[in-house]
């Protein structure tokens, strides 16, 4: 099968490359997927799971992406739950070899069902950027309606989704971002947008909860603005500093296929519209993860068109 592939740690992203690989191995409680469309995180060559497997070991050529969406095409031993030719949308592990292929290796409970009625650009947009906007908030932040949020880059992947979903629950939602980022974010649902270039982060006034995808400075500073028992929640760093009687929580984003059939399920209402950027094949795929910070909304690499790969 036609896969991207990491070798030197040290070579980023012109280091990844498009080569044959063996079709994966499904193991106990595992599916294989044939890949319709993939999405990245920018970082992962950063993390040291692309390069080792849990007990350390090198694991190179190793094959980044997270997020898929595709067709079951093989049950591993005790699998349940999924059934040959389904439609699905989920994360790989970590550790594992991952989505930027024609065909991987999942464990099942890390998958959830796909209508039919949901393209696949769409779906590989939603596992990780969802999955952590409903955590950061609900789970870690547990916002409730009536309270004042924070949401930085909030016209991004993981921001934009936690947009539409603290304004669901009832949230009064302040976004940042740059200031073309603006009408989008307030088109999005937040009722106050500020310029992380222009704007003080003072005028947001207090906060119940802090969402950032950004750290640093930014992180530092919002930490101030948390209401007593108020929660700063991120996903870029472990925050340095606890904001006053209240607490400061770093997480990575886990597999819930519960949520996942939650977000679909609001995707398909109309609820919910994962912000799709560039669309681009499996061949340009270094030049994706080069070019992503200048292109909005969350770029997908389609690896197969669902017609060709029912052939």
Known sequence: MRAITVRDRDAGVSGLTLTDMPYPHAAENDVIVRVHAAGFTPGELDWPATWTDRAGRDRTPSIPGHELSGTVVELGYGTTGLSVGQRVFGLTDWARNGSLAEYVAVEARNLAPLAADIDHTVAAALPISGLTAWQGLFEHGQLRTGQTVLIHGAAGGVGSIAVQLAREVGAHVVGTG????????????????????????????????????????????????????????????????????????????????????????????????????AVRPLSETASAFARHRRTPGKTIIRVAEEQEAQH
């Open 178 to 277: 740059r200031a073309d980022d603006r009408e989008v974010a307030l088109g999005l649902g937040a009722q106050t947008f500020l310029d992380l270039d222009a704007d003080d982060l003072r005028q947001a006034g207090e906060v119940d909860v802090v969402f950032d995808v950004i750290g640093g400075e930014i992180l530092q500073r919002s930490t101030a603005l948390v209401r007593p028992g108020g929660v700063v929640v991120s996903v870029a760093m472990p925050p340095t500093v606890q904001p006053r009687d209240g607490r400061a929580i770093f997480f990575v984003v886990e597999p819930d296929r519960a949520q996942l059939v939650d977000l679909a399920q609001r995707l398909r209402a109309g609820r919910l519209n994962p912000i799709v950027g």
